[in-house]
């Protein structure tokens, strides 16, 4: 067994490659094994690299971009309903002022 001493920044390229093709493929082990075989590094290592980067404990984002975006994306969404909840409100409010009930 030999032990390959792969410089940080392979490993940060590495890492943010598989990050920014993992849409491309069915899994991220697919992106993993497709970026390896493109820098020539090992598959295992290259997963291992990913795993640590995606892990909040050891120093990573915790976070990928898409899972990033979700939660931006989640996020407007609860704001933009409350706002419609206020504009419904307001609607039903000024409806009742403008059509007063008739006896």
């Known amino acids: 067994m030999?032990?390959?001493r792969?410089?940080?920044e392979l490993k940060e390229r590495a890492v943010r490659m598989v990050f920014e093709c993992e849409?491309?493929?069915?899994s991220r082990?697919?992106?993993?094994?497709?970026?390896?075989?493109k820098l020539d590094i090992g598959a295992e290592?290259?997963?291992?690299?990913v795993k640590k980067a995606d892990?909040?404990?050891v120093g990573g984002t915790?976070?990928?971009?898409?899972?990033?975006?979700v939660k931006e994306l989640e996020r407007e969404v609860k704001e933009l309903r409350r706002a419609n909840d206020i504009l419904k409100a307001a609607a039903s409010f000024?409806?009742?002022?403008l059509d007063p009930p008739r006896r």
């Not at 290592?45 to 690299?49: C, G, P």
């Not at 976070?63 to 975006?69: G, K, L, M, Q």
């Open 94 to 97: 000024f409806a009742r002022e």
């Open 29 to 37: 082990y697919g992106a993993v094994k497709a970026v390896a075989s």
């Open 45 to 49: 290592s290259l997963r291992v690299w």
């Open 62 to 69: 915790g976070i990928s971009v898409d899972a990033a975006r």
């Open 6 to 8: 792969y410089p940080a």
């Open 23 to 26: 849409k491309d493929y069915p």
């Open 55 to 57: 892990t909040p404990s």
């Open 2 to 4: 030999s032990t390959k």
